[in-house]
Every structure is written in C-alpha cells, then in structure tokens.
C-alpha cells in the first residue's frame, strides 16, 4: 500500500512539472562599447536585468563577445573583445549574480591583424561533454577547441573563408550551427572545421549575427545592427532552412548570449518522496 501510494504522488509531480525548463537568457556587451552583463526576456529580447560591469576585483573592465555556460558545473564563460589591449582575447569566467570576471588565459589564437591586434573568438559554445569551441574574428572564422583551465585556442581546420563577421557558435548535440559572415548561416565539422553554408539569413537590422543559442528547441540568434546606432534584435533559426523569426528588440552593443538551464526540479522532489516514505533514509 505505501508503495502504490508513493507511485501515485509522483506520478502527480510529474504531471505538475514542466517536460523541459526554460532556461534564463543572459547577454553581454562588447561592440567597441565597455562591457556589461543582462538577463533577457527571451520571448521578446527585451533586458529584464541589468546585472552589471563585466569588471575584475581591480576593476577594469572587459567588453564581452561570446557566452557559454559548462553544461554541468553551471560556469559561465566568456571571450573578451579585442579593443581594449589589456583585456583582449581572454578566456574568463564572469559571476552570474554579479558580473564580475575572472581571468583564465589568453587565446592566443596565432591570427592578427595588420596593426597587430590578436584574434579573439566572436562566439564561443559547449558540448555535451563539457568540451569549449570558439570561433575566430581574424584570419577567417576557423573552428577552434579552447582549454578551459589556460584558455588556450588551437584551429580545428580552415573553413576557406577570410574574414568574420558577426562569428555565432551554436552546439546542439552533435551539430555546430554557425553564422560566420553577415550573408551566411550553416554548419561547421566539429572534426575538420568545414562549413556547410545553408543559407543567407535575413538580418532585421542588416549588420550580423553576432551570437547564436539553444534552449528548449529553438536556435536562438543575436542581429547586431550597424553603427553607430549598434540596436539588436533577438531571433530565432529555424536550424534546418535557416528561415528566421524576429522576437524583438534588446539592448544596445549586446554582442553575446548564453542561456543558463537550472537542474531539472523532478529528481529533488523524488528523493524527498523516497525519504519522507521510508525508500531511503536521512543521512
């Protein structure tokens, strides 16, 4: 009877409990602009949040072009932009709740450009397996693997294309979506580094997209229009044709996005039935 009767109420928790949670969509400025961290609205692009400067305990400041989020420490991760050359072409770790960031280590990509500025990567995303891609915004937009403990970048392979712009990395499963040039949306081979282009998307802004990510079932991009205005617009892709949908607009300079995925609720709730009916007990 106890048994049927624990069956019964967590049948009924996972009834009430959604099938996938939403995550929360976090964007970050970089643009030529100083760097800050928001939460958005991911049905519209409006920012819900802002969180703050995207500072060091000293209390310089990084202009932040991609986000990526560990799949199972929750980390959030970023690549600096290239204007500031104290803090250009880093792999950092950014507080969520805070915005503050911590230096890991330059790219040190190899690339750079006539006036010697380094690359830095202009998206960066996971996989599954908690292994860090990148996305080069000089010498071409090559595939890079980045070591998340010195942020070292080492290409993949070449994609036969020669310059960047906008460079957005999304993973989902074993497909790496990309928008490496402002007339291209398609897929890199996590293998080789080739892109596959699929399509030239529409850009509401014109501009790029800057950044690219999932959750819930959709491929999420970030337009960044022209400047000196640099408005964005949040989309999202349909991954197979590249077709998009205007959400709305966001900030200003925005040229990074990351969702953070809390864990799913109905384990937890599980365990605490398991205790409160006897099936495991209290340490």
């Known amino acids: 009877m106890k048994f049927l009767k624990f069956c019964t ?9 959604p099938s996938a949670e939403a995550g929360t969509l976090y964007a970050a400025r970089a643009a030529g602009s100083a760097g800050q961290l928001y939460i958005l609205n991911a049905a519209n692009g409006a920012v819900v949040q802002n969180v703050g400067p995207t500072n060091d305990a000293l209390g310089a400041n990084y202009p932040i072009t991609g986000l990526a989020f560990h799949p199972t420490t929750g980390v959030l991760y970023g690549s600096t932009g290239n204007s500031e050359a104290a803090a250009a072409a880093k792999l950092v770790s950014i507080n969520m709740a805070t915005a503050q960031v911590t230096v890991i280590g330059s790219f040190n990509a190899g690339p750079v ?5 380094p690359s830095t990567m202009a998206d ?20 890079y693997s980045i070591n998340t403990g010195t ?14 712009s906008g460079g957005g990395l999304a993973i989902v499963g074993s497909a790496f979506y990309g928008t490496p040039t402002s007339t291209r949306f398609g897929t890199y081979d ?7 282009n699929i399509t030239n998307p529409t850009r509401p802004l014109g ?12 491929l999420y991009g970030l337009n960044l229009g022209p400047g000196p205005a640099l408005d964005t617009r949040l989309v999202t892709f349909n991954p197979a044709t590249g077709a998009v949908t205007e959400l709305g607009a966001s900030g200003t300079a925005l040229d990074a996005i990351a969702f953070y995925v809390p864990e799913p609720g109905t384990l937890g709730l599980l365990s605490l039935l398991m205790v409160s009916f006897g099936f495991v ?3």
């Open 9 to 17: 109420l967590f049948l009924g928790v996972v009834a009430l409990a």
């Open 113 to 117: 450009n006539t006036g010697g500025t």
């Open 124 to 143: 960066i995303g996971f996989d599954a397996a908690g292994n860090l891609y990148g996305v080069g915004s000089i010498g071409g937009p090559q595939l």
């Open 151 to 164: 942020g070292q970048a080492t290409v993949i392979g070449g994609t036969g294309l020669t310059s960047t």
């Open 190 to 196: 996590s293998g080789t580094g080739a892109y596959t």
């Open 207 to 218: 501009g790029a997209y800057a950044a690219l990510d999932y959750d819930s079932g959709l």
């Open 281 to 283: 007990r209290r340490r």
